[in-house]
């Protein structure tokens, strides 16, 4: 029920339209209720008198159908054709009137419930939006997605059409009983005998049904991935010739989600026929009674035809009890899903903005040590220390997993230090709201992505009102402007498709370099932004480079030399330590890590150059 409890939170503003939603729909059953009991005055006033030639009048013992005798005309054989119009026109009047009610019960519901979700939908995406990147590296997308589309649409539905149903229920079986208890008090409660053990299930039945469907969820989670990863990576499925092999695992996980939803149906199998056998053993037993009743004289034939209406009107909510139990269970399991995002701690963005304050770019990491898992004793870094100097061109180099990207995860504030300090500008990173921080650091990431719109917005991502001829000066920086002009024919109006799929590898590390260098950073930072474009290529783009270079801190992280050979200083790093630093020829000298790096390259390249020779 805690659950449930958050969806009086989701409602939000909107709760007083539930409110005002259910008294309408409380309204309408209400006036519903006086419908049996004009089939009660035409059989005991009008059909009984006259077979009974003219002589015997059955008199209602409760007030609410002597009020309705009272408006009627007197009871004459020359009357008869009014009386019947009377009773006619009451009957349509009821009915317009409750349908009335329910139409605008209906609306509202519908309104409300579309403004809440469509809130609910913006909460939600706000919230991933703002959730770390420790958080994002450990959640699938497609569980993300799942959650964000089928758990909401969970939601929507029973907002839309069980919430206020509650009230419904509660309001027909209480007034239909009410009825009851007017015409005879202990038929009233035979009508309902059987109702606590239907309640009784029900309860049973939604505690084992949220179990069972919260796996069922789980699984569909994994499903979503699979089909999330496989239509992101079809390229790689295809180029591996593993079609097949993806087809296994969808089935194969596919079969476990059918698993539970068949637990999931023999649940229902057994509720459902015995709930059902209880609801219509009810209704036997009131049929069996209401006719004792009658034929003993204690409730008259038109008595008993409303007290039969009145009885199926009980057995309405009865019948409906596990259906509304159902959903409410899925209900419960999606909001809990919901839940899981939405209180998950956001990223803390406060600190200083210094809106119009340039960053100098005067780096200075302290004695850093940092592990991405805060159970393990390992960390990543293990005491970095070094200076930058606004200006200054810093390469970075080591093996896999020596802590180059974390380095640079750290200075954008993706992760925070288990201990040590970072400062630029002398002023510590955490002092820096993150906002402005990212804001004026431009990263040029190794696995470029690009978004499915056209070149020109992805490049001006980072300033969406650029003039295109900024754009076109970018691109011609990143050396990927003749490609646009010359390869596409709707030149940077050609939409790249998902995640860039109709540009080469190398053609999306340019247009994601032009992006960068847009956005005009104080600090740089290149991660093996070339390794997708060729010598030549590569060698033009640092040319240009240069240039926009100067005045900025650059880090750049490169796995060749030649990237990183002009560069202020080099930073090796090996197992998270920092194990030599120095200009291109101080390293060449040490005859270290950085000798070996440069021999090899330097030998794969001759190789290379004789093979091509010969």
Known sequence: MKNLRKLYHILDKWKPFYILSGVLLILSTSIRMLEPKILQIAVDKIIVYFQSGKNTIKVSEDW??????????????????????????????????????????????????????KKLRDRLFSHIQALPIAYHSKTPTGELIQRCTGDVETVRKFASTQLVEVLRMIAIFSSAFFMM????????????????????????????????????????????????????????????????????????????????????????????????????????????????????????????????????????????????????????????????????????????????????????????MFRYDKKLDEHVLKGISFNVKKGEKIALLGPTGSGKSTIISLLMRFFEPDKGLICIDGIPLKTYSKGYLRSRIGVVLQKPFLFTTTIKDNISYSKPDSELDDVIDYSRVAQIHDIITEIFPESYDTVVGEKGVTLSGGQKQRVTIARTLLKNPDILILDDSTSSVDTETEFEIQKALRQLMKGKTTFIIAHRITSIQDADRIIILDKGKIVESGTHDELLRQNGFYRKIFDIQVSIEEEIEKEVLT
């Open 64 to 117: 609410i159908t002597n009020l309705f005798y009272s408006f009627l005309p007197e009871l004459k054989l020359e009357n008869l054709d009014v009386i019947l119009i009377y009773l006619g026109i009451v009957f349509l009047v009821i009915s317009l009137m409750r349908g009335l009610f329910m139409f605008f019960s209906s609306a509202i519901t519908a309104s409300s419930t579309e403004k809440a979700t």
């Open 181 to 368: 208890v007017t015409i005879n008090l202990t038929y009233a409660f035979i009508a309902i005998a059987l109702v606590p053990f239907i309640a009784i299930g029900s309860v049973v039945f939604f505690r084992k049904e949220s179990k069972i469907w919260n796996q069922h969820e789980k699984e569909q989670d994994k499903l979503s991935v699979i089909v999330q990863e496989n239509l992101s990576g079809i390229r790689v499925v295809k180029a591996f010739a593993k079609e097949k092999y993806e087809m296994n695992k969808f089935t194969k996980q596919n079969l476990e989600k059918r698993n539970w939803g068949i637990k999931l149906l023999r649940l229902h199998t057994f509720f459902w026929p015995l709930s059902d056998f209880l609801v219509y053993t009810q209704i036997a037993v009131s049929i069996f009674a209401g006719g004792y009743f009658a034929l003993t004289n204690q409730i008259s034939v038109g008595e008993f035809v409303a007290f039969y209406s009145y009885a199926m009107l009980v057995t309405w909510p009865m019948r409906r009890l596990g259906q509304l139990v159902s959903e409410m269970g899925m209900t419960s399991v999606a909001i809990k899903r919901i839940y899981s995002i939405l209180d998950f701690e956001a990223e803390d963005y406060s600190g200083s903005k210094y809106k119009e304050r340039k960053i100098e770019g005067n780096i200075e990491f302290q004695n850093v």
